[in-house]
């Protein structure tokens, strides 16, 4: 899974005919799943530790057994702030609630999800009505994917679809409120600005060219990106900085300098100061680390 852009994830599935995977993540000290959307559907249960898990405008704190449906499109992120932190995530393309190709039934049950006309709003803890059921269906799903025995993409499809079913049947909210049709509106728009930011993180970016990204004041531009991140355009900025000169310490031979200027630092002093306000340590001691 990608883990350093502030945009639509490209997410690695098994392959085009079988649009699904199973990640189990390890986070490290203060780690972060960065705000990202990608059209497919996804299952987070946390298994180990706590994390701040957001989607859309609302956050959680997600402890061990707690299972949380991410509906297609829709901006979400997790953030540790524990060094011991473990999740699933299941991820699987609407395509694999089909049996088979023609599956007309399929379409009438989740191209509603797919066009936001509804959405699954689900966030269970152990001992909620209907947990029991939907965390052994994740529990055989993940199973079937990973023994990789005889017939199991029929299995794993079949899972996918009975589970997508119950979440639906019931967790569907209609997207009729005006409010929530605001927010998704909102959110579409700030999803061009995240592909801006993935590609020029390294320039300067100012306030007022990002608020002329998505049609608003400055004024109603920062109110709403912080609805939206939890964060300040700034520190949105910074942390995204961070993240990939992380990417370059661990994977580049390039001198911290050298990094430093390639995710638009002013300077070395300044790169060291951002890194370690926001990762705890220097870079030169992060690296040392790997």
């Known amino acids: 899974m990608i883990r350093n852009k502030f945009m639509q994830e490209s997410t690695e599935l098994a392959h ?22 990608h059209e497919h559907f996804e299952i987070i249960r946390v298994e180990r530790g706590q994390a701040v898990i957001q989607i859309g405008g609302q956050h959680w704190l997600g402890k061990p057994g707690d299972l949380i449906f991410v509906n297609s499109g829709e901006l979400h992120s ?12 299941v991820v699987f393309h609407p395509s694999m609630t089909a049996l088979h190709a023609s599956d007309s039934d399929s379409f009438e049950l989740v191209s509603p ?31 079937e994917f990973r023994g990789g025995e005889p017939y199991y993409e029929q299995s794993v499809r079949a899972l996918c679809r009975a589970m997508f079913a119950c979440f639906a049947r019931w967790f569907s909210e209609d997207a ?6 605001g927010f998704r509106r909102k959110a579409d728009r700030f999803k061009t600005l995240l592909d801006v930011i993935g590609r020029r993180y390294m320039e300067r ?8 990204i998505v049609h608003l ?23 995204h900085r961070v993240q990939e000169a992380d990417r370059m310490l661990r ?3 390039l001198s911290v300098s050298e990094i430093a200027d390639k995710v638009g630092c002013g300077s070395l002093q300044s790169f060291s100061k951002l890194y370690k306000q926001l990762r705890g340590a220097s870079p030169s001691r992060a690296r040392l680390r790997e």
């Open 251 to 253: 994977n580049t031979s």
């Open 113 to 143: 999800y797919t066009a936001g006309v509804k959405s699954i709003a689900a966030k269970l803890t152990p001992g909620d009505d209907h947990y029991a059921t939907l965390n052994g269906m994740l529990d055989l799903l993940i199973a």
């Open 205 to 212: 970016i100012t306030l007022e060219e990002a608020a002329g």
């Open 16 to 37: 085009r005919a079988f649009p699904i995977n199973v990640f189990h993540t390890a986070f490290r000290d203060r780690d972060v799943l960065a705000l990202h959307w």
């Open 217 to 239: 004041s400055p004024y109603h531009f920062c109110k709403t990106f912080k609805q939206l991140t939890g964060l300040t355009f700034v520190q949105y900025v910074n942390l």
């Open 176 to 181: 009729a409120d005006v409010r929530l049709q």
């Open 78 to 89: 997790v953030y540790s702030p524990e060094r011991d932190f473990l999740m699933y995530a």
